[in-house]
């Protein structure tokens, strides 16, 4: 199969039709095989009777059916597990991604050699102050920390080869870092398109300026997995043993010069009473910990549970 689309959803019930429509007037004239996976993470506003409806009448179309809103990354890793074509693009449902770079995405992919490609919406038709700001900021933040080289990391229309879809896990909240994980994943030649982006047609935006925050949050998350995912004890081991030695060589130094001034007469305080004493104690318990959690980290890799989503039924 040449093309499978992965296109997640919540509560797009009036986009959906129109956006069927606009993806087979593209992609007919290339005579390729190809499937449409939606896969409704929950929705309550009878999306999925739409895409029943549409499988009836298209058997490319095919649908996943969440029991309640797992969130994107879910969904687009049970997409990802079920798609079968050499190259996997992925679009948002609200026809703010237009299918007709489909194409081109796709050519970037076979013949240009990429891994993968991210869209990347140069002008956009949100609020600057709520998004548009925000946004740039956001994703300057991951360029500088994850060393991949997008400017937008959150753009919803993205190629991958079928080999990087397979060797990555999306889960949490990082769908936005799936070019990271790729990277990760051994995966270089990463690239850009610049896509046109649509005005909102239907509905509401489902992320609200909270994403912004949960974003930098999962950016710390997946620089620590990209450095030391499989190795925790090297972070927090390295520092607990440091801030160990720190305050057990205060503590020396403290009751050391204690002794000294005992030895030749010289006025002295108890040891208690010193601030730098309990500075020190502090620090070799803080060392102690910092040293444990790089343990039960190597621990935890060892028994390590994902979070799963629960699928209510599949069309295929």
């Known amino acids: 199969m040449h093309l499978s689309l992965v296109i997640p959803l919540l509560n797009e019930k009036e986009s959906l039709q129109e956006l069927y429509v606009w993806i087979t007037k593209v992609l007919e004239p290339t005579q390729w ?3 449409i996976w939606l896969v409704d993470d929950g929705s309550t506003d009878g999306s999925w009777e739409t895409i029943e409806s549409l499988h009836q009448k ?3 179309v095919k649908g996943i059916r969440f029991l309640r809103n797992f969130g994107k990354s879910q969904a687009l890793h049970a997409g990802f597990a079920r798609a079968q074509g050499e ?3 992925t679009m948002d449902a609200d026809l703010q991604d237009s299918p007709e770079e489909i194409f081109e995405l796709y050519q970037m992919i076979t013949e240009q050699g990429y891994d993968l490609v991210s869209g990347w919406k140069k002008k956009r038709y949100d609020h600057v102050l709520s998004k548009n700001i925000p946004s740039k ?6 360029r500088k920390t994850s060393g991949v080289e997008l400017n937008d990391f959150n753009c919803g229309l993205k190629a991958y080869k079928k080999e990087v879809i ?3 896990e999306v889960s949490g909240e990082m769908h936005r870092y799936i070019p990271v994980l790729a990277k990760n994943a051994g995966f270089k030649k990463i690239g850009e398109k610049v896509v046109k982006h649509q005005a909102r047609k239907y509905g509401e935006t489902k992320f ?8 930098f949050l999962d950016l710390i998350t997946i620089w620590f997995l990209g450095n030391f995912a499989k190795r ?3 972070l927090f081991g390295a520092l607990g043993v440091l801030m160990f030695l720190i305050g057990m060589s205060s503590a020396a130094y403290i009751g050391i010069r204690k002794l000294y001034r005992m030895y030749f007469d010289l006025p002295y305080d108890l040891v208690t009473n010193s601030p730098y004493f309990f500075i020190a104690l502090t620090t070799m318990i803080i060392g102690s910990q910092l040293f444990l959690a790089g343990f039960l980290g190597e621990l935890i890799l060892k028994n390590r549970r994902e979070e799963r989503y629960k699928i209510k039924e599949t069309l295929s």
């Open 87 to 89: 190259v996997v693009i």
């Open 208 to 215: 609200g300026i909270n994403r912004f925050l949960n974003g």
């Open 137 to 142: 900021l956001f994703n300057w933040a991951a």
């Open 232 to 234: 925790p004890m090297h």
């Open 166 to 168: 397979k060797n990555i």
């Open 58 to 60: 298209d058997e490319r």
């Open 33 to 35: 095989q190809y499937e």
